[in-house]
């Protein structure tokens, strides 16, 4: 049977790569996940690089440039502006240092926090109340499956990590981006 | 239908051993080159798994070549690196990036013809009626 790879890592690994090579590659993507991030949003929206410069009234050499840079060279500036392009949000938070079971429970208190403000908010009217209900039966079953899809990769490979997370919009076709670090960068739609 | 469970793409690399052992060579020989190649498949492949349309996925550094295939290139990463090509074709139906070679400008008329050969025959083997 011919193999497949899930990951260019795991392809890396078994094409022989040498190992330190291979780890750097890794750790040069890891510096990039701001702008690999900002490539993917412009491409789910269906972008080519020159429409996104078209709508950021700048040159298409700029937006390539945006998409190859280190997340340490990025300004908030192209967040802002790429976001506006895409009808996003931008969110920055810096939290503390937290062990990965403590940051489970930090988004777990946040989703309670809003799903009781969504049932504060549509209890007045009876057609929110059924609409609300039934994104709460929607949203347990997915907590679920995502829980269940974390509990099948503990016999995976273990990826490497960087300090940051970058995260986006869950949208029509989207996975919960659930990674949790120091610093979150998210563009909210 | 409300409750389907959220969609995983789940698109996979596959490699030939043509493609697994000039890797090897250049990873070797020019790794910065490899390196410039590797990161930005990461890229398209992570694009393309939340995508899930290769048509969608454009950038400088993609280059269109015959029967469906594309090139990522080292373009953008500096001036200093030798002219390289990653080549792969999205196999839609099967979800299947495949990676048929990699090279560089001196061997881009062979790696191109090796690589639409594959598509070619990977197409014709799935028109032939199965007996």
């Given at each position: 049977?011919?193999?497949?790879?899930?990951?260019?890592?795991?392809?890396?690994?078994?094409?022989?790569?040498?190992?330190?090579?291979?780890?750097?590659?890794?750790?040069?993507?890891?510096?990039?996940?701001?702008?690999?991030?900002?490539?993917?949003?412009?491409?789910?929206?269906?972008?080519?690089?020159?429409?996104?410069?078209?709508?950021?009234?700048?040159?298409?050499?700029?937006?390539?440039?945006?998409e190859?840079?280190?997340?340490?060279?990025l300004?908030?500036?192209?967040?802002?502006?790429?976001?506006?392009?895409?009808?996003?949000?931008?969110?920055?938070?810096?939290?503390?240092?937290?062990?990965?079971?403590?940051?489970?429970?930090?988004?777990?208190?946040?989703?309670?926090?809003?799903?009781?403000?969504?049932?504060?908010?549509?209890?007045?009217?009876?057609?929110?109340?059924?609409?609300?209900?039934?994104?709460?039966?929607?949203?347990?079953?997915?907590?679920?499956?995502?829980?269940?899809?974390?509990?099948?990769?503990?016999?995976?490979?273990?990826?490497?990590?960087?300090?940051?997370?970058?995260?986006?919009?869950?949208?029509?076709?989207?996975?919960?981006?659930?990674?949790?670090?120091?610093t979150?960068?998210?563009?909210?739609? | 239908?409300?409750?389907?469970?959220?969609?995983?793409?789940?698109?996979?690399?596959?490699?030939?051993?043509?493609?697994?052992?000039?890797?090897?060579?250049?990873?070797?020989?020019?790794?910065?080159?490899?390196?410039?190649?590797?990161?930005?498949?990461?890229?398209?492949?992570?694009?393309?798994?939340?995508?899930?349309?290769?048509?969608?996925?454009?950038?400088?550094w993609?280059?269109?070549?015959?029967?469906g295939?594309?090139?990522?290139?080292?373009?953008?990463?500096?001036?200093?690196?030798?002219?390289?090509?990653?080549?792969?074709?999205?196999?839609?139906?099967?979800?299947?990036?495949?990676?048929?070679?990699i090279?560089?400008?001196?061997?881009?008329?062979?790696?191109?013809?090796?690589?639409?050969?594959?598509?070619q025959?990977?197409?014709?083997?799935?028109?032939?009626?199965?007996?």
């Amino acid at each position: 049977m011919e193999k497949t790879f899930n990951s260019v890592d795991e392809m890396l690994k078994a094409s022989g790569v040498d190992d330190g090579f291979r780890k750097d590659i890794q750790e040069e993507i890891n510096k990039k996940q701001i702008a690999q991030s900002l490539f993917s949003l412009r491409c789910k929206e269906n972008l080519t690089q020159a429409q996104m410069a078209e709508k950021l009234k700048c040159s298409q050499s700029r937006i390539s440039k945006i998409e190859n840079s280190y997340d340490k060279d990025l300004c908030v500036g192209d967040l802002l502006d790429y976001a506006a392009a895409l009808n996003l949000n931008v969110e920055i938070g810096i939290v503390p240092q937290m062990k990965l079971v403590d940051k489970i429970k930090y988004h777990a208190f946040a989703i309670k926090h809003y799903a009781e403000e969504l049932a504060h908010l549509a209890k007045e009217d009876k057609t929110m109340v059924e609409g609300v209900s039934r994104f709460f039966y929607d949203a347990v079953f997915n907590l679920v499956n995502i829980v269940a899809g974390a509990a099948k990769k503990l016999h995976e490979p273990k990826a490497l990590q960087s300090g940051l997370s970058v995260s986006t919009s869950l949208n029509r076709s989207d996975n919960l981006d659930t990674k949790m670090t120091d610093t979150n960068v998210e563009c909210v739609r | 239908m409300a409750n389907e469970p959220m969609k995983q793409n789940g698109w996979k690399l596959k490699t030939t051993e043509k493609y697994d052992s000039k890797l090897k060579w250049f990873c070797k020989k020019h790794p910065n080159e490899a390196r410039a190649v590797l990161e930005r498949l990461e890229a398209y492949f992570k694009t393309l798994n939340e995508c899930n349309e290769p048509q969608q996925v454009t950038g400088a550094w993609i280059h269109p070549e015959p029967h469906g295939v594309k090139a990522i290139t080292e373009k953008g990463k500096g001036g200093a690196l030798k002219a390289t090509r990653l080549y792969m074709f999205p196999h839609k139906k099967e979800l299947i990036l495949l990676l048929p070679t990699i090279g560089d400008k001196n061997s881009q008329k062979e790696d191109i013809k090796y690589c639409s050969d594959i598509v070619q025959k990977l197409i014709a083997d799935e028109i032939k009626p199965k007996v």
